[in-house]
């Protein structure tokens, strides 16, 4: 069984930075793909940013230039660094690991990122 253990978030100013970690344990079987998903008050939980085994990344256009995800294969983390952050990404961030389209994929129990005005 698969566990995805987020951490890094919590209260920052508009402007500021904050760098989440999302730890994996156990097989990497059927796993495409890494990303960070966030979902705010009232609204669908959205993609961030994606990263596949292979390193291509994607993400979302509201974030484009201000955050990056990364992974160390040797500490099965995944990263997303988040620089000049707006009130706008507040919401609770889930690392998810990508099965496609016949498995259900794996999540993380997400953790708060709030950004003050």
């Known amino acids: 069984q698969v566990q995805l253990v987020e951490s890094g978030g919590g209260l920052v100013q508009t402007g500021g930075s904050l760098r989440l970690s999302c730890a994996r344990s156990?097989?990497?079987?059927?796993?495409?793909?890494m990303g960070w998903y966030r979902q705010a008050p009232g609204k669908q939980r959205e993609l961030v940013a994606k990263i596949t085994n292979g390193g291509r990344t994607t993400y979302a256009d509201s974030v484009k230039g201000r955050f990056t995800v990364s992974r160390d294969n040797a500490k099965n983390t995944v990263y997303l660094q988040m620089s000049s952050l707006k009130p706008e990404d507040t919401g609770v961030y889930y690392c998810?690991?990508?099965?496609?389209?016949?498995?259900?994929?794996?999540w993380g129990q997400g953790t708060q990122v709030t950004v003050s005005s």
């Open positions: 998810n690991a990508d099965r496609g389209a016949l498995l259900p994929d794996y």
């Open positions: 156990g097989s990497i079987f059927g796993i495409n793909a």
